[in-house]
């Protein structure tokens, strides 16, 4: 009789919720950076990342089109917690500057800047889980025909994160990323309208 232990049931479980439920908007994150982009007006999302060590969940919505309201659940083996955060664009990306926003889930200031259609940098200053500085660049590849979008990230947070996500439909994508170049995650969105 083969013994399944906690950790396998879970990664089963957590990838089963993950290809089930799985995008929120993805300009408003990389991987573990926050971008300066908010979902937009009436939209909300849920995102959930996992991997052997725990599990991160994320349900956000938008008000108004600068405004984000989340409330984030963290779970590890022995602790489990929740918080609320906001985040605020209060500065529109324009054709000579880029978009500014801050939140409080680990307190932050980020700028955002499309330098082109595909290509998109991020930079900004945080506390918490985020480092001093942060930053990140996220490129799009489009391959026509019907096929998914995809999004190529890279992030320094603490150490070099490296993603990809892929948009399987308008309101749902998976994603992989590997984390301090050590550690592998999955993480899916989805997208919804109210």
Known sequence: MTKITFKKATFVFLTILLLGLSSYASTMELIDIP???????????????????????????????????????????????????????????????????????????VMSYDFNPDITGHIGLGAGDLATIFAGVDYDLTFGNGAPSVKLMAEFNRGLNLGIRAQLAPAFNVSLAIKNLDSVSLGAGFKFVL
């Open 35 to 109: 971008t300066a982009h908010t979902i937009g007006k009436n939209n909300g999302g849920l995102l959930v990342w996992g991997n052997f060590s725990g599990v991160d969940v994320k349900g956000v919505y938008s008000p108004v089109d600068t405004f984000d309201l989340a409330v984030s659940l963290k779970g590890r083996q022995n602790l489990i917690s929740v918080y609320a955060s906001l985040k605020w664009q209060f500065l529109q990306q324009g054709p000579t500057n880029a978009a500014l926003g801050v939140g409080n889930d680990a307190i932050y200031a």
